[in-house]
């Protein structure tokens, strides 16, 4: 730990790439805390690596051999001096086993204990844990089914739609939605494959597939002294392929009532399952009811929405929590202010079913003004490798109602210039989403991209 009682550490070092490593590094400088930023050989020239402290290259472009192999990371830490390891989003943001690593060689993991992050972790033990602290859940499996079978079994008696998630999935990914009973064999033998490849699990859990629902997250805030804090509800229902493209807080349509219970509910599922940390707890909202979903245990990419209506610095108070530091703050002292939009730009082509592009960008010109914020890492000149995640920027609007905080980002997405050799991006598309009928009314549902 740090010498300095004004800072929780002395190093940090940063195990991840993009905009999220440079947010963690801008934070750390403001607290007076040295930085150690790990690349791979194709990010050496990333925005991140030029505002650390210390840059020390890990590995070749492929992530299994650089942002996702421990001895390379552990390694550099120790070599750097550093006390603690802030793991961002992706990667090895919620691997316990990483966790665990780093508390061996004496370093501090910025996240939830191993073992929490292993129950959470796992999609279909999670629900349960949520189920027995009184969260409502969908109709679903109560445990990964393994066979055909049982998931023919448990599609006649959970009833079409229905959906197939990854036990070990996250971040949008390993889930399938099935209509049909003729369908659910193959989705099933699809999935599971599909989840081995991507998580190195092939378990898979049913669900209850609710049409026409809003996708609303509530952000907590957890000390080891006991105290859990929610920090308002963000709506995120904006997606492709079960992945967010907007982002606002607080989430549209949402009754006060109903906030104070999706809160209630995050809160006591966080004190349940002994969480930690910065984390999300994410629901399934239709009319005045909701369904817990899942846990995230780290930093949202959404995460600035929140920064920006309640300006407290989650990325700060994680590395205190991390120290062993009790929150800044109370329930009572979040007193959230106005709404912020956050829209994310993606190198990616709409036009092909978000295909990821890779290339180098001749221009970029980031929007300004009052109240704006973009959170990015690229830059003119900046070649946007093939290896990783698509985003490029985060545009995050902040006004005193919705309606100019959506005038704010239109205005900023119109401002925003982007060129590049083999580039095409998602700018277009959230224009078009900011101006449709259902999104302006706050009406909109997780099916607004797929209509």
Known sequence: ?????????????????????????RTCREMGIRTVVVHSAVDGDSAAVRAADVATRIGPGPAKRSYLYPPAIIEAALRTGAQAVHPGYGFLSEDPDFAEICAANGLVFVGARP??????????LARSIMADAGLPVLEGT??????????????????????????????????????????????????SA????????????????????????????????????????????VQRRHQKLIEETPAPGVSPGLADRLAEAAVAGAKAAGFTGA?????????????????????????????AVTGIDLVREQLCVAAGRP??????????????????????DPQRDFAPCAGELTEFVPPGGPFL???????????VPPDYDSLLAKVIAWAPDREQAIARMERALAEFRIDGRGIRTTKE??????????????????????K
Not at 115 to 123: F, I, S, T
Not at 281 to 303: K, M, P
Request: glycine letters at 10%; aromatic letters at 6%.
């Open 1 to 25: 730990m740090s010498g300095n009682p004004d800072r929780p550490f002395d190093t940090v070092l940063v195990a991840n790439r993009g905009e999220i490593a440079l947010r963690i590094v």
């Open 115 to 124: 073992e929490v992050m292993a129950r959470l972790g796992d999609k279909a």
């Open 142 to 191: 109560p445990e990964p089914v393994g066979n055909a079978a049982d998931v023919l079994a448990a599609g006649h008696r959970i009833g079409f739609p229905l959906i197939i998630k990854a036990a070990a999935g996250g971040g949008g990914r390993g889930m399938s939605v099935v209509r049909r009973m003729e369908d659910l064999a193959a989705t099933f033998r699809a999935t």
């Open 194 to 237: 599909a989840a081995r490849a991507v998580f190195g699990d092939g378990r898979v859990y049913l669900e209850r597939f609710m049409e026409r629902a809003k996708h609303v997250e509530v952000q907590v805030l957890a000390d080891e002294h006991g105290t859990v804090v929610a920090l308002g509800n963000r709506d995120c229902s």
């Open 279 to 307: 984390g999300t707890f994410e629901f399934l909202v239709s009319g005045e009811e909701f369904a817990f979903i899942e846990v995230n245990s780290r930093i949202q990419v959404e995460h600035p929405v929140t920064e």
């Open 327 to 348: 929150l800044s703050f109370r329930q009572e002292d979040v007193r959230p202010r106005g709404v912020a939009v956050e829209c994310r730009i993606n190198a990616e």
């Open 373 to 383: 914020r973009v959170d990015t890492h690229a830059y003119a000149g900046y070649r």
């Open 429 to 450: 598309l959230l224009r078009s989403v900011l101006a449709e009928p259902a999104f302006r009314e706050g009406t909109h549902t997780t099916s607004l991209l797929a």
